[in-house]
């Protein structure tokens, strides 16, 4: 099994900026895809920003304005975000696909992270 801990959400005031973590431990073999989703109220989970390797793929709401990058040594992705607007406020997920130690392809979930932007 392993565990997606969450940290960095919180409120801030639009325009300004947040650095979200997400910090794998646990059976892994080894971690392909990370990934930031969120959920809005009354409205479906979405993909915010996703990498592969060196490949990122990003929402286009989000474009120019936040940057995944992961730490492997660490299994750890962060999720900076910049010039944040009221429509980014959300629970925000990290996603994980990976193979644990007996080479079984898995995925895991977050518990999700305020983010709220609001003056």
């Known amino acids: 099994q392993v565990q997606l801990v969450e940290s960095g959400g919180g409120l801030v005031q639009p325009g300004g900026s947040l650095r979200l973590s997400c910090a794998a431990s646990?059976?892994?073999?080894?971690?392909?895809?990370m990934g930031w989703y969120r959920r809005a109220p009354g409205k479906q989970r979405e993909l915010v920003a996703t990498i592969t390797g060196g490949i990122t793929n990003y929402a286009d709401s989000v474009k120019g304005r936040f940057t995944i990058s992961r730490d492997n040594a660490k299994n750890t992705v962060y999720l900076q975000m910049n010039n944040l607007k009221p429509e980014d406020t959300a629970v925000y997920y990290c996603?994980?696909?990976?193979?644990?130690?007996?080479?079984?392809?898995?995925?895991?979930w977050g518990q999700g992270t305020q983010v709220t932007v609001s003056s």
């Open positions: 646990g059976s892994i073999f080894s971690i392909g895809y």
């Open positions: 996603n994980a696909r990976y193979t644990d130690y007996e080479l079984r392809p898995s995925q895991s």
